[in-house]
Structures are given as C-alpha cells and as structure tokens.
Nanobody, 123 residues
Framework: QVQVEESGGGLVQPGGSLRLSCVAS????????LGWYRQAPGKEREQREQ??????????WYGDSVKGRFTISRDNAKNSVFLQMNSLKPEDTAVYYC??????????????WGQGTLVNVSS
C-alpha cells in the first residue's frame, strides 16, 4: 500500500509564490502518475479540482486556471512530486492534495491520497 504526505502550504500574499512537496512511501511499485488536486473552502470532497499531473515518463498536464503560473515536477528516485506556484491569486486558496495514481495493470494496487496542506492567498 502507498502513503503520501504533502508539505509546504501556508499564508502568502497575492502575487507571491509557494512550493509544495509530496513524498510517497510504501509499495512504490504501485505508483504511476503523480498529481495535485485542490479543494476550495466550503467545498466538498467531490468538488476537488484537478490542478496538475505528471507521468513517470515526464508528460505533464495542467488545469486551465493554473497554466502559465504553476509548474509540476517529480523525482522518481526519491518518489517525490513538487508543485511550484507563482503569481498566486486569492482564488488559489484551497487545501492542496497529492495523489498517487495506481498502476492499472496491477489489480492489488490502489490510488493514494495525502491529508492535504492549506494554501491561503490573502493580503
């Protein structure tokens, strides 16, 4: 089973930057893509928004609202993924979650979610 843990959130002014980190542990053979999601204040878990993702081969994708401002990267050797957030806006305020996608060809593997780290963009 895979476990993931996020860190790096905090309070930042609009226009500022933060770098989030996520480290995976456990059966890391089960990990395929790594991604970041966010849940805005007052929203339910089902309303989590896809922010960014990266495959083992380095292919990346981003949600439209963060393109050009956020950058995702991963270190396969350290089972880690990062999210560099620049030009932050108040609407970026949310709890950010790291997700480890499962290897689809391995039935025993399941996706893993972290507990989240809060990013508060405010003056």
């Amino acid at each position: 089973q895979v476990q993931v843990e996020e860190s790096g959130g905090g309070l930042v002014q609009p226009g500022g930057s933060l770098r989030l980190s996520c480290v995976a542990s456990g059966d890391t053979r089960c990990i395929s893509a790594l991604g970041w999601y966010r849940q805005a204040p007052g929203k339910e878990r089902e309303q989590r928004e896809q922010v960014a993702g990266v495959t083992e081969g380095g292919y990346t994708w981003y949600g439209d609202s963060v393109k050009g401002r956020f950058t995702i990267s991963r270190d396969n050797a350290k089972n880690s993924v990062f999210l560099q957030m620049n030009s932050l806006k108040p609407e970026d305020t949310a709890v950010y979650y790291c997700k480890a996608g499962r290897v689809a060809t391995q039935p025993h593997c399941v996706e893993a979610w972290g507990q989240g780290t809060l990013v508060n963009v405010s003056s």
